[in-house]
């Protein structure tokens, strides 16, 4: 364990043994690299064995670390947690319940390539106890996948989808991107209808992030694509967020969309400030007033080594962040909660100027206060940028 942690170890422990924790296992492979990914992944398959040896031991080191917490929420993400062989997949699944106490456990969420599953796996991911899956769907349609560099095509995602259903999985999410070149409103909506009539019950849907070097934002500053404007994309979030309800698919984030029942129980507690433990390369972790973010040097973390970025939050920085993150969230922040927090910090003047200015905003259509419950409106989803900059 790194240094600094191990010095922080006893305060770890107590906030992991006060409630029920999250479990974040990042898997850092993909077939190819997609055109405008900048996570921490590679294609470099011959990492693989070593890393997935190191994640099962540091699952094990952990669990043992913080005296074999309980554990609310898995989530095996990517990366492609797809390309983990059966046996890798068993020997993680097993070192999470002989490390955690999994007796809460809720949700066990993987994430998964359409072009990399077929039935066979997903039913032994299923009969491990996996019950969720979220597959990166992203558009159905071969052009803006190719463009994407997408390793599947429309049909393959559509099948992958129907083999998960098959398998046993009545959770299913899809991902869909919005702000692809080329892609059109009625791209975005006749795909999102497509995906609505598989059954699934959650979706998410993201804006194309090309804010770090790829080759696609390469081919944009080359003059060869062209991004669809902002207008253009607020259109498309603006018809989805009328389209989706009808579709049975009711927002309840910002970015995410589910049947009653279907919102993810893993992701709503990073917007909760619900306590999290991450692994893998690149994997960030809360607990109690640290949080901390793993390498994302794959080798390097596999061999134990590399640079780990720890924070600790102060109490201005860890009431705001209620704020930060819980509007987010469709049903928003209780705000006489927040109120009694910022007594208790000596930071009532802090908690009054952001209220002064959320009630500004409710006589914007912005805010919707209800008695002492505030969340964003409809269009305030569309320009949350600018209205959660106030907290950071
Ligand atoms: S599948 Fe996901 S993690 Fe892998 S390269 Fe594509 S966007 Fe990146």
């Not at 590679?42 to 080191?61: G, I, K």
């Amino acid at each position: 364990m790194n240094p600094e942690l191990l010095r922080r170890l006893p305060a770890l422990r107590q906030a992991a043994q006060a409630g029920s924790l999250g479990l974040y296992l990042h898997v850092p492979f993909c077939v190819d690299r997609c055109t405008y990914c900048s996570f921490a992944t590679t294609r470099d398959r011959s990492l693989q064995p070593a890393t997935t040896t190191r994640l099962t031991a540091e699952v094990d080191a952990w669990g043992e670390a913080l005296a074999r917490p309980a554990v609310d929420t898995l989530y095996l993400g990517g990366g492609t947690p797809s390309l983990l062989s059966a046996t890798e997949l068993e020997g993680l699944t097993r070192a999470a319940r002989r490390a955690f106490d999994l007796t809460p456990l809720v949700e066990a969420t993987l994430e998964a390539n359409p072009g990399t599953v077929d039935l066979a796996w997903l039913q032994r991911a299923r009969h491990l106890g996996w019950d969720r899956i979220s597959l990166g769907v992203q558009a159905l349609d071969d052009g803006l996948l190719a463009r994407l560099g997408r390793i599947h095509g429309a049909a393959q995602a559509l099948e992958s989808l129907r083999l998960a259903e098959q398998a046993g999985f009545r959770r299913r999410s899809a991902d869909l991107m919005v702000g692809i070149p080329g892609q059109t409103l009625s791209r975005v909506l006749a795909d999102a209808r497509t995906l609505a009539d598989t059954g699934i019950d959650h979706l998410s849907v993201y804006l194309l992030d090309l804010d770090k070097a790829c080759p696609l934002r390469a081919e944009i500053d080359a003059g060869r694509l062209a991004l669809p404007s902002e207008d253009e994309v607020a259109d498309v979030f603006e018809a989805l967020q009328v389209e989706l309800p009808r579709l049975g698919l009711a927002p309840y984030e910002i970015s995410n969309y589910a049947r009653p029942g279907g919102a993810s129980v893993h992701n709503t507690r990073y917007w909760e400030r619900r306590p999290y433990l991450g692994l893998g390369p690149s994997a960030a972790s809360q607990l109690g007033a640290c949080r901390w973010t793993e390498t994302s040097v794959i080798p390097a973390w596999a061999e134990g080594r590399g640079e780990l970025d720890l924070q600790e939050l102060d109490a201005a920085e860890a009431l705001a962040e209620i704020p930060l993150l819980g509007l987010r969230l469709h049903r928003g922040v209780d705000w006489a909660a927040l109120r009694t927090q910022a007594e208790v910090l000596n930071l009532r003047p802090l908690a009054e100027a952001w209220e002064s200015r959320l009630r500004a905003l409710a006589t914007e259509g912005l805010t919707v206060w209800e008695g002492d419950q505030v969340h964003l409106s409809p269009r305030g989803m569309l320009l949350s940028n600018g209205i959660l900059g106030m907290f950071v």
